[in-house]
């Protein structure tokens, strides 16, 4: 009998849990008019590689409605898809991205610290990035480690002319830095822009609003009431980062128009 009570015992529990993690996936959304755009943070890099074309891959694959990648200049001034400021995180090298050439990047193994199995990933270049993935998907492009704004954001307005750039917010540009954003938006009016944010206050959307289409706050400060204040500014809001289930559940409810993971493949 003991042996029989603690059978039922656990399938109760596997049960509960189980019907925990669909109600997760059908409520998760419910208070939205419509489902949030899904944004694979540096591809799905839950997986894979992050920002290589593994990760991208699989994030077209698993439906995403938005490629996140990170973009910093190299030596000669080519725009390569890397979040940190060095190479020794990702790579099988190390130093400062901006101490290396486009050419000396593209010899890089960047894919070996993630998993053997992704051994021989490159370094893309955001005009790779824009030729093989924009005609698929849109494009979420953060800009990092930015040491000369108007150098950095002329560059950029030059690479993304030579594109033939759809209409829309099919391409946002989005920074921690509130200068480079304000100064780029200026070159480039008709591209929507964001600024990344740690907090939320009426002083800081009030700043932001006049230039900023996507005020995107951390996950940590997105409440119900920051969110509302964003959008009551006219500004969307997409918010990061969703690693775990634990973040995912934290979501629930709440009317972001936009969540970035490293996971699209659990909202797809």
Same mark, same amino acid.
């Given at each position: 009998? =003991?042996?029989?009570?603690?059978g *039922?015992?656990?399938?109760?529990?596997?049960?509960?849990?189980?019907?925990?993690?669909?109600?997760?996936?059908?409520i998760?959304?419910?208070?939205?008019?419509?489902?949030? #755009?899904?944004?694979? %943070? &540096?591809?799905?890099?839950?997986?894979? =590689? @992050?920002?290589?074309?593994?990760?991208?891959?699989?994030? $077209?694959?698993?439906?995403?409605?938005?490629?996140?990648?990170?973009?910093?200049?190299?030596?000669? !001034?080519?725009?390569? $898809?890397?979040?940190?400021?060095? +190479?020794? &995180?990702?790579?099988n090298?190390?130093?400062?991205? !901006?101490?290396?050439?486009?050419?000396?990047l593209?010899?890089?193994?960047?894919?070996?610290?993630?998993?053997?199995?992704?051994?021989?990933?490159?370094?893309?270049? #955001?005009?790779?990035?824009?030729?093989?993935?924009?005609?698929?998907?849109?494009?979420? +492009? @953060? $800009?990092k %480690?930015?040491?000369?704004?108007?150098?950095?954001?002329?560059? #950029?307005?030059?690479?993304? %002319?030579?594109?033939?750039?759809?209409?829309?917010?099919?391409?946002? +540009?989005?920074?921690?830095?509130?200068?480079?954003?304000?100064?780029? %938006?200026?070159?480039m009016?008709? *591209?929507?822009?964001?600024?990344?944010?740690?907090?939320?206050?009426?002083? #800081?959307?009030?700043?932001?609003?006049?230039?900023?289409?996507?005020i995107? =706050?951390?996950i940590?400060?997105?409440?119900p009431? !920051?969110?509302?204040? +964003?959008?009551?500014?006219?500004?969307?809001?997409?918010?990061?980062?969703?690693?775990?289930?634990?973040?995912?559940? &934290?979501l629930?409810?709440?009317?972001?128009?936009?969540?970035?993971?490293?996971? =699209?493949?659990?909202y797809?």
């Open positions: 009998m =003991p042996q029989l009570l603690l *039922i015992g656990v399938i109760c529990v596997l049960g509960i849990y189980a019907l925990y993690h669909r109600r997760l996936k059908t998760e959304f419910a208070s939205n008019k419509e489902k949030p #755009l899904i944004i694979a %943070h &540096r591809g799905s890099s839950g997986v894979y =590689p @992050e920002n290589t074309k593994a990760a991208f891959d699989a994030a $077209v694959n698993a439906g995403a409605d938005y490629l996140e990648l990170d973009i910093q200049l190299s030596k000669d !001034n080519c725009f390569m $898809v890397i979040h940190d400021a060095t +190479i020794d &995180r990702t790579s090298d190390s130093g400062e991205v !901006n101490g290396f050439s486009e050419q000396e593209k010899q890089l193994d960047m894919g070996t610290w993630k998993n053997a199995a992704y051994k021989g990933e490159v370094m893309m270049t #955001l005009p790779e990035v824009l030729s093989a993935y924009l005609p698929k998907i849109s494009l979420l +492009i @953060e $800009v %480690h930015i040491k000369d704004i108007k150098k950095t954001a002329a560059l #950029l307005a030059e690479e993304l %002319h030579k594109h033939s750039l759809p209409d829309g917010d099919r391409i946002i +540009i989005q920074s921690f830095d509130r200068s480079f954003i304000e100064y780029f %938006h200026t070159l009016p008709d *591209i929507a822009v964001g600024v990344l944010v740690r907090k939320v206050n009426s002083s #800081l959307v009030n700043s932001l609003r006049p230039f900023a289409a996507y995107n =706050p951390k940590t400060v997105a409440t009431a !920051n969110i509302e204040l +964003i959008q009551k500014a006219g500004c969307k809001c997409v918010v990061w980062t969703v690693h775990t289930e634990q973040d995912r559940a &934290r629930a409810y709440k009317k972001m128009d936009g969540i970035a993971t490293d996971y =699209p493949e659990w797809t």
